[in-house]
């Protein structure tokens, strides 16, 4: 399973752009890159998923270059709900299961 | 609400009592995951489900851990002899099997367990 390294904390500012950049030098071929929101005393909730180039929905835009090796995570115009731990993720099926290897996150503080 | 849902929501309770938790999937998602969790870290996998079939068990799970999906739907995580090193957040996911873009695990809120 890849490993992943990220920022483990970030500040920002109420309006500003987020960006959260996360590497994995060994992701392999059938490897996906997923990011998950935690909130204290709450389960992770899926943000985005890619594979390649740029994914964009209504929460986020997920950056991955073409050698794949790392990924970035933007926020467009935070505000103080997204204060949050972010977890990047790659992974793909092992075997029969999908086991996701979460690191420690980036915990994102986002000040008025 | 059709999230996955996760009973109780909290539980104390004292060294060497045996608890249960039940998780509910979404409905015809057939994979089932439960990891645990401890204050400042990530989430860590215990064990995954294919309907009601155990594929896959972490070295994190001990022998006095045990968890069933007996009909391929809810599922039950009992952990016998509890240890004050039990208290974590007990979280449950759930995903359809399907490509890869359909293996986002959708998490419930968890329980919370404190072993005094």
């Known amino acids: 399973l890849a490993k992943t390294t990220q920022p483990i904390s970030m500040d920002s500012y109420e309006g500003q752009e987020v960006n959260i950049t996360c590497s994995h030098n060994?992701?392999?071929?059938?490897?996906?890159i997923t990011w998950y929101q935690q909130f204290p005393s709450q389960g992770p909730r899926f943000i985005i998923q890619?594979?390649?180039t740029k994914v964009t929905n209504e929460v986020a835009s997920l950056f991955i270059p073409a050698d794949r090796k790392s990924s970035t995570l933007s926020l467009p115009r935070v505000s103080l709900s997204d204060t949050a731990v972010y977890y990047c993720?790659?992974?793909?099926?092992?075997?029969?299961?999908?086991?996701?290897?979460f690191g420690s996150g980036t915990q994102l503080t986002v000040l008025p | 609400d059709t999230g996955v849902s996760q009973d109780p929501r909290h539980k104390i309770t004292k060294r060497g009592q045996n608890v249960t938790f039940r998780c509910d999937p979404i409905?015809?998602?057939?994979?089932l995951y439960w990891y645990r969790q401890t204050l400042g870290q990530g989430p860590e996998f215990l064990t995954y489900?294919?309907?009601?079939?155990?594929?896959?068990k972490s070295r994190l799970l001990s022998d006095r851990f045990s968890a069933e999906r007996p009909k391929g739907s809810f599922s039950t995580l009992e952990i016998q002899r509890t240890e004050q090193g039990d208290s974590a957040m007990y979280l449950c996911?759930?995903?359809?099997?399907?490509?890869?873009?359909?293996?986002?695990?959708?998490f419930g809120p968890g329980t919370r367990l404190l072993v005094l």
């Open positions: 996911a759930s995903s359809p099997r399907g490509g890869a873009e359909e293996e986002t695990q959708y």
């Open positions: 060994n992701i392999a071929t059938n490897d996906y």
């Open positions: 890619g594979y390649k």
């Open positions: 993720l790659v992974g793909g099926e092992s075997g029969s299961a999908r086991q996701l290897t």
């Open positions: 409905s015809e998602h057939n994979r």
């Open positions: 489900f294919q309907n009601e079939a155990q594929l896959e």
